[in-house]
Each structure stands twice: as C-alpha cells, then as structure tokens.
T-cell receptor
Framework: IAGITQAPTSQILAAGRRMTLRCTQD?????MYWYRQDLGLGLRLIHY???????GKGEVPDGYSVSRANTDDFPLTLASAVPSQTSVYFC??????????????FGPGTRLTVL | GQNIDQPTEMTATEGAIVQINCTYQ??????LFWYQQHAGEAPTFLSY??LDGLEEKGRFSSFLSRSKGYSYLLLKELQMKDSASYLC??????????WGAGTKLIIKP
C-alpha cells in the first residue's frame, strides 16, 4: 500500500471510555498531524509531530494525547471521552522539510461518536 | 487572531466557470493551499501559491494577492464530479496550516 491508513473507520463510544485512534503511513514522512473536522468549522490541529520522538500541541489539544515512537505510527488517545469530542478525525503527514511547499497528505478519517 | 474566510456554499452549472474566494489574516505567511474534499472523504491537495499571480493547472487555476490577503480558486468547464468542498489553508509563520471552513460547491446539470 502507499499512503496513510487510519483505524477504526468509525466508532461509537460511551462517555468516559478510553479510545486510541490509529494512524500509519508508509511514505517515510517526517511530520505527522492529527486534525478534527466539525461541521461549519475548518480543520483544527490537535497535535503534531515534526519527527519521530517529538510531539507538539496544536490549536485544540485538551483531552487528547499522542506519541511518536517511530516514523510510521502516530496514535491519538482520548483518555476519557466526552460528547464534545464527537467529530471526524483526520491524520495527515508531510515530508517535514520545513519548506513552504511541504504538502500534507490525509488519511481517510475516523468518524467518532461519543454518547 | 488568525482568520480565513470563504463563502459557505456556491452553486454553478455544468460546463460553466466558478470562482471561489478566500481572504485571510494570519501571523506570518508562508504560502496558501487549496484542497478538494468530496463528501465523506479526505481532503486532497489541489494547488499552492506563495508568490502573487496566477497558477494554472489544467481546468483549475489559483490566484494570490499577498498585499490584499486574498486568493481565489477558478474552476473551468465544470463537471459533475467537481461537486465537493474546497478548503483554503494558509501556512503561518510556524509553517502550521490555518484552515478555512470550506466552500461547498454544488454543480447542477
């Protein structure tokens, strides 16, 4: 395969439960990102990683955590899910060259519903 | 604050031309991206502008005016498959992308 995969495709979760969204890329990209997309709002950055072993907070990091143990994987964890975390979650990656033309490529998304 | 503005929805006719505008106010500027997103799918890259002027790529063109904080995406010879949302994003001083809410384009036969 080539590109980014995400799992699960969709999930319904009870409030208070812990959930990990998985993201794997095979493009050997340095940088990876997690966004959430809500109706009427633009994509909002949750967390990012410029290279394996480093992570940073985006615009809306509260309630989420990430890790980057290797180049390919970038899981997103909701420690205790709340209904406001109902959203579509997209993982993206880029070669992380830091150049202005550093294009981001997106995974297919995970649709998460927290009840 | 940082802000990207796009119209929420536009309607156009198959075979026609449509222009989708984007205005921005960001802390720094390292380029402007346009992405296409079909319903239920991931965004896909369309174009990138960092210098003023028009970039043409087949039926799609993108224009940038940095002094006006303005860009547009021009779609020619519209096809039904062009029905999608079009997302404008600006790379800020930290090379983070700031996204507009997207413009939903509806193509009618």
């Amino acid at each position: 395969i080539a590109g980014i995969t995400q799992a699960p495709t969709s999930q319904i979760l009870a409030a208070g439960r812990r959930m990990t969204l998985r993201c794997t890329q095979d493009m050997r990209h340095n940088a990876m990102y997690w966004y959430r997309q809500d109706l009427g709002l633009g994509l909002r950055l949750i967390h990012y990683s410029n290279t394996a072993g480093t992570t940073g907070k985006g615009e809306v990091p509260d309630g989420y955590s990430v890790s980057r143990a290797n180049t390919d994987d970038f899981p997103l964890t909701l420690a205790s899910a709340v209904p406001s975390q109902t959203s579509v979650y997209f993982c993206a990656s880029s070669d992380g060259s830091g150049s202005p033309t550093d294009t981001q490529y997106f995974g297919p998304g995970t649709r998460l519903t927290v009840l | 604050g940082q802000n990207i503005d796009q119209p929420t929805e536009m309607t156009a006719t198959e075979g026609a031309i449509v222009q989708i505008n984007c205005t921005y106010q960001t802390s720094g500027f390292n380029g402007l991206f346009w992405y296409q997103q079909h319903a239920g799918e991931a965004p896909t890259f369309l174009s990138y502008n960092v210098l003023d002027g028009l970039e043409e790529k087949g039926r799609f063109s993108s224009f940038l005016s940095r002094s006006k904080g303005y860009s547009y995406l021009l779609l020619k010879e519209l096809q039904m498959k062009d029905s999608a949302s079009y997302l404008c994003a600006v790379s800020d001083s930290n090379y983070q992308l700031i996204w507009g809410a997207g413009t939903k384009l509806i193509i009618k036969p």
